[in-house]
């Protein structure tokens, strides 16, 4: 089964702080990683992709991707009360020899406190 | 660039009855799939249409079917609706395998 894990949260930090989000998944297959931001009765905004090992950088959003570790984070500098919403990983699955499906973690609730 | 449309917003069913949902991807996007996503079990990933072929299917029994159009536009139907069937719906859509998926509003299905 493959699996891709998120801390549920909630994640509380104080506005202008840096949030770290954090997912482990378990295909060493994967090729594809990516960050969605879904707002309470919305649906998920891609946010950042990342393809590599090592940083992304994209405005005050920073995905980390370590294969080995099997390991990707998102790092949000100077989070805003807007940024409060909940930050789903996803990472492409490989059935068939297809990666045309992405497996998704529950989600991290972040919370940014004025 | 208009970006992925799905239709309608919102329905409400009745149990037992069937419902179809549809998806228009963003224009040269040929990959749709469609995910339905409920509080206890997340996202979670039903199929994946590519010109017109279903290349990859979840773990969903087979009242959940697709197909997709030479237009590259998806439906969606569900048979025989149950209680359970009640969630957003999102279909997203990707040029090519392996690259950037972007959703639609989804459709909210709530079956009564």
């Known amino acids: 089964q493959k699996e891709v894990e998120q801390n549920s949260g909630p994640l509380s930090v104080p506005e202008g702080a840096i949030a770290s989000l954090n997912c482990t998944y378990s295909d060493r297959v994967s090729q594809s990683f990516f960050w969605y931001r879904q707002y309470s009765g919305k649906s998920p905004e891609l946010i950042m992709s990342i393809y590599s090992n090592g940083d992304k950088e994209d405005g005050r959003f920073t995905a980390q991707l370590n294969k080995a570790s099997q390991y990707v984070s998102l790092l949000i500098r100077d989070s805003q009360p807007s940024d409060s919403a909940t930050y789903l990983c996803a990472v492409n699955g490989n059935y068939g020899g297809s990666q045309g499906n992405l497996i998704f973690g529950k989600g991290t609730k972040l919370s940014v406190k004025p | 660039k208009a970006g992925v449309t799905q239709t309608p917003r919102y329905l409400i069913k009745t149990r037992g009855q069937q419902v179809t949902l549809s998806c228009s991807p963003i224009s040269g996007h040929r990959s749709v799939s469609w995910y339905q996503q409920t509080p206890g079990q997340g996202l979670q990933f039903l199929f994946e249409?590519?010109?017109?072929?279903?290349?990859n299917k979840g773990n969903f029994p087979g009242r959940f079917s697709g197909r997709q159009f030479s237009n590259s536009r998806s439906e969606m139907n569900v048979s025989t609706l149950e209680l359970g069937d009640s969630a957003l719906y999102l279909c997203?859509?990707?040029?090519?395998?392996?690259?950037?998926?972007?959703f639609g509003q989804g459709t909210r299905l709530t079956v009564v």
């Open positions: 249409y590519f010109s017109e072929t279903q290349r």
């Open positions: 997203a859509s990707k040029v090519r395998e392996n690259t950037e998926a972007f």
